[in-house]
C-alpha cells in the first residue's frame, strides 16, 4: 500500500485545514488508517485513527471535538477536518494504515502501523 498525504498549509489561529491521504496498491477495505503529527523536537503522536470495516473512530484528547476523520472509499483516500487550529497544532502530519479484519475501536499505537505516506506540514500561526 501506498500512501500520499497531502492538504497542509499556513493558517491562522481558527482556521481550518482539510487533510487528504490517498491510498493506491489497495483498497481500504481491510485497513485501519490513522493520523499521526510530529512536532519539532517532540516524538510522534497518534491524533485520530478509523477502522474501515464498520467506520469506528478515535481521536486524542488533544483534538477531540475539533478534528474529524473520514473515509471515501471510492476515493480510496482518507481525510482529516481540521477546525478550530491553534498554535500548538502546528506539526508535520503523517497518515498511516495496517491491515484488520475485525471491527471496533483502531489503535494509536505508531508500532502496529505498516506503511506511511510523506508528512504533510500543518502550520498555524497565533
Known amino acids: 500500500v501506498q500512501l500520499q498525504a497531502s492538504g497542509g498549509g499556513l493558517v491562522q489561529a481558527g482556521g481550518s485545514l482539510r487533510l487528504s491521504c ?4 489497495s483498497t481500504l477495505e481491510n485497513y485501519a488508517i490513522g493520523w499521526f503529527r510530529q ?7 497518534g491524533i485520530s485513527c478509523i477502522t474501515n470495516r464498520d467506520g469506528t473512530t478515535r481521536y486524542s484528547d488533544s ?6 476523520i473520514s473515509i471515501d472509499n471510492a476515493k480510496n483516500t482518507v481525510y482529516l477536518q481540521l477546525d478550530s487550529l491553534k498554535p500548538e497544532d502546528t506539526a508535520v502530519y503523517y497518515c498511516g494504515t495496517y491491515l484488520t479484519y475485525y471491527s471496533g475501536n ?9 506503511y506511511w ?6 502550520t498555524v500561526s497565533s
Not at 106 to 114: G, K, P, S, W
Request: glycine share 16%; proline share 3%; charged share 20%.
Open 22 to 25: 490517498s491510498a493506491s496498491g
Open 39 to 45: 512536532a519539532p523536537g517532540q516524538e510522534r503522536q
Open 63 to 68: 483534538v477531540k471535538g475539533r478534528f474529524t
Open 106 to 114: 483502531c489503535r494509536l499505537t505508531e508500532q502496529i502501523y505498516d
Open 117 to 122: 505516506g510523506q508528512g504533510t506540514q500543518v
